[in-house]
């Protein structure tokens, strides 16, 4: 139980009944818990609500640009449905916690999400995009500020994080096992700008607020069958189409149904902010290859560093670690790709090798410079 809500804990909640986690999730040790009948607290006397702390000595694998999650929860109030409502119990600021299972219990990754949840993800896309991004509101909590420079600038800056910020600050921890899966760590600044030098001729699109993170795990099913978008930690200011390459790479969609989603996601992002759909046969294949090669280094790192702490099996593990592969073989011209076994005995094999220590615990750059 986080230490900082000790005392409030102590104060609000007569059994540990009440109190359920920790929750699965990378960046927060998180509870929920249902409040009591104090009056007041949290605009209600009772219901369930979300306490977290922030996991120590985490990597983070994407920019953060918007400094707190419950600030900008706060600031789409009643401009975006369906999300966690903010508010305080003392001096503890706390989020709604919203009751129901995710959409991967619903639909696992891979199978066909049923034709209502579509329609209400694309409503958040459509939703997403009609926020004015250069509202001052957004901005004061927005670090930097996004310069609207261009889609190409964009994508650029996020292939230099990826390789800069996340896989070269890791490589002294990670090499040996980068080497034993067949991928030469050296590689990584030529694919970085092989991948800057195919992302260069991008359509300019005017900026939108992205959620950054949207799939099955982060969005909640509630009783009445309605989707709730949670996690909005890795939400940015930036090219629209980088938010529909995310959710495409993260929900694996049937092929049908993956065509459907595209269409009907340049009709609303048209729709809200116009030019935002421009240049999408080209340039929607550019950042899902970008996605796929990012998720091979982020998730062997991720997976080898969650290991390392026992957070992870090693079987479960080497499954993501192949996945990753499997998905981004064309991409970065791979002649094979090892099976989970073969994974699996390296991660072994790796986490019984001494190596060196230190660069797995600083986290890279947390937060956006």
């Not at 040790?29 to 702390?53: H, I």
């Not at 639909?107 to 034709?115: I, M």
């Not at 989707?227 to 909005?232: E, F, H, Q, S, V």
């Not at 790479?249 to 729709?271: F, K, N, S, T």
Request: aromatic share 8%; glycine share 8%.
């Amino acid at each position: 139980m986080p230490a900082s809500a000790t005392s409030v804990f102590q104060v609000l909640f007569a059994t540990t009944e009440q109190v359920i986690g920790p929750l699965p999730g990378y960046h927060h040790e998180t509870y929920a818990v249902r409040l009591g009948a104090a009056p007041g607290l949290f605009g209600q006397s009772a219901g369930w609500v979300k306490l977290r702390d922030p996991r120590p000595g985490l990597l983070w694998f994407d920019r953060r640009c918007f400094g707190s999650e419950d600030d900008l929860l706060a600031t789409l109030a009643g401009r975006v449905s369906h999300i966690p409502t903010v508010g305080h119990i003392d001096s503890l600021t706390v989020q709604g916690f919203i009751e129901g299972c995710t959409l991967a219990e619903v639909a696992p990754p891979g199978e066909e999400v049923p034709a209502a949840f579509v329609g209400q993800i694309v409503r958040l896309f459509r939703e997403l995009l009609a926020v004015e991004p250069y509202d001052p509101a957004l901005l004061a909590l927005h670090a930097p500020l996004p310069a609207e420079r261009g889609s190409a600038e964009f994508a650029r800056d996020l292939v230099r994080f990826t390789f800069t910020d996340v896989v070269e600050h890791s490589l002294p921890h990670f090499d040996a096992l980068f080497h034993s899966l067949g991928i030469h760590p050296g590689s990584a600044p030529a694919t970085a700008s092989s991948l800057e030098t195919r992302l260069r001729g991008m359509t300019p699109r005017p900026f939108g607020l992205l959620h950054g993170d949207v799939h099955r795990a982060n969005l909640i099913v509630d009783e009445h069958d309605a989707l709730w978008a949670i996690d909005w930690e890795l939400a940015l200011i930036g090219d629209p189409l980088y938010d529909l390459a995310t959710h495409l790479h993260l929900m694996r969609y049937p092929a049908r149904q993956e065509g459907e989603v595209i269409a009907r996601w340049a009709d609303v992002a048209e729709e809200s902010r116009p030019g935002a759909a421009e240049g999408i046969e080209a340039d929607l294949p550019r950042y899902l290859a970008f996605k796929r090669i990012q998720s091979v280094y982020t998730d062997v790192i991720r997976q080898a560093y969650s290991t390392e702490r026992g957070e992870t099996s090693t079987a479960e593990a080497a499954k993501v670690i192949n996945a990753a592969l499997d998905r981004a073989a064309d991409s970065l011209l791979l002649p094979t790709v090892a099976g989970a076994g073969e994974i699996e005995h390296e991660l072994l094999r790796w986490l019984a090798t001494p190596r060196q220590r230190g660069a797995a615990n600083t986290g890279g750059s947390p937060s956006a410079s």
